[in-house]
């Protein structure tokens, strides 16, 4: 199973707060992956019309409750060897619920936000033995700082790899992880689904 995509939360009941993720990293690894012979479950956040790969199950939502949902159902149901966690999971919530449209009249107000649950630390309470990838984003960041931030991420959701990526302007470096060694270096999203799908080929074969 992968995640991808942007995740929403609800300011009121027409207006969200959302992120630029693409899906593309999960359109990528869906490729690759059929590609190796797998069974893809693709949990596909609002993205817009992509053309949607074939021969992979898609589940879309659009809210972080709904991806919440879909989680907890489909890794209760054990069928899943791999979880790659990509979507973009929404940081913070408004801290109110708004309820009904708030007026365009009004000319000003002030938005409270309160974090979200973090999903990826659900997952291994939910099924110890999936085999768990997430991913770290950090924009612009150093490397010591990308890997520091990883391995973080490891020791609090006991992912057993993690991708460590970063950009800065159309320049891009993807590091793909465990606890204790970097298994890649890539310089592409493309080479990076490429060499993710290698490191699980060589984990599971």
Known sequence: MITAGPTWVAIDKVRVISNIASGKTGFLLSEELKKSGAR?????????????PRQVKIIDYRYF??????LSKEIK??????LIHAAAVSDFRPAVDLGVKIP???????????PTAKLIEKIKKLDPDIFLVGFKLQPQACQRSLLKNAR????????????ANTFNGEAYRAFIMDSKHICASVSDKKAMARKLVEVLESIFK
């Open 40 to 52: 893809v479950t693709l949990v596909l956040g609002p993205v817009g019309e992509y053309h949607r």
């Open 65 to 70: 409750g709904e991806l919440e949902g879909i």
């Open 77 to 82: 149901t054990g069928k899943y060897d791999i």
């Open 104 to 114: 365009s009249s009004k000319k000003a107000f002030n938005l409270k936000l309160a």
């Open 152 to 163: 973080g991420l490891i020791r609090k959701s006991r992912a057993d790899l993690v991708v």
